[in-house]
Every structure is written in structure tokens, then in C-alpha cells.
């Protein structure tokens, strides 16, 4: 079992910057992904950003590309979000996941198995 929670969401000015922590706890998150997902009011779950706890590969969606950077402390058991230059679009509950079948990135929310319970990020336009 392995217990994800978030932190760091908070209400921001368009352009301004955030980092989102995701610390684990139980099962570390050695040979597994972990993701990042926003949901809007009224919208799915999409994805933003995955890491390979093992390798640090990365994967991120088109739309943070350039903005959004995510990483991860092996020590802290954590993986974190660094988000700049936040468009009032960004504003969503963000959620961290990890995935205990797959060792690499995936963007796909059903291969996820370990869900955090949020945190709220607001953009300001």
C-alpha cells in the first residue's frame, strides 16, 4: 500500500510560479511512475506530467511543455511540480499518482494505482 499526499497548491496571479510536493509513504516508489493530473471544474482528469522513480525519465503534455518541470528526491520519497508562468487555464486540483505495474512514464490515468487526494491550484487572470 502506498499513501500519496499532496502540497504546496495555493491561489497565484497568471504568469506567477508554484511547486506542488507529492510525498510517499508505505512502499517506495522504485520501479514505478509517478504522475501528475489536474481536473478542472467540470472536466476529466487529464494528465501533466510523469517520472520514472527508477532512470528519472519524464514525460509531460503539450500544454506545460516549457512551463511545468517535475522531479524527484529518492531520499524524501517525494516527486515534486515546479510550475512557472501559470496560465489562468492551469486552475484545477491537482493529483499525484504512481503506477506499481509500470517502471516508465505513462500518461494513461487508468495505469495508475495510487492516488493522492488533491490540492487546489488557482490562477488568477
Known amino acids: 500500500q502506498v499513501q500519496l499526499v499532496e502540497s504546496g497548491g495555493g491561489l497565484v496571479q497568471a504568469g506567477g510560479s508554484l511547486r506542488l510536493s507529492c510525498q510517499a509513504s508505505g512502499r517506495t516508489f522504485s520501479s514505478r511512475a509517478v504522475g501528475w493530473f489536474r481536473q478542472a471544474p467540470g472536466k476529466e482528469r487529464d494528465f501533466v506530467a510523469a517520472?520514472?522513480?527508477?532512470?528519472?525519465?519524464?514525460l509531460y503534455a503539450d500544454s506545460v511543455k516549457g512551463r511545468f518541470t517535475i522531479s524527484r528526491d529518492n531520499a524524501e520519497n517525494t516527486v515534486y511540480l515546479q510550475m512557472n508562468s501559470l496560465k489562468p487555464e492551469d486552475t484545477a486540483v491537482y493529483s499525484c499518482?504512481?503506477?506499481?505495474?509500470?517502471?516508465?512514464?505513462?500518461?494513461?490515468?487508468?495505469?495508475?494505482?495510487?492516488w493522492g487526494q488533491g490540492t487546489q491550484v488557482t490562477v488568477s487572470p
Open positions: 499518482a504512481a503506477s506499481r505495474t509500470f517502471s516508465s512514464t505513462t500518461s494513461r490515468a487508468i495505469n495508475y494505482d495510487y
Open positions: 517520472i520514472a522513480w527508477s532512470g528519472g525519465t519524464t
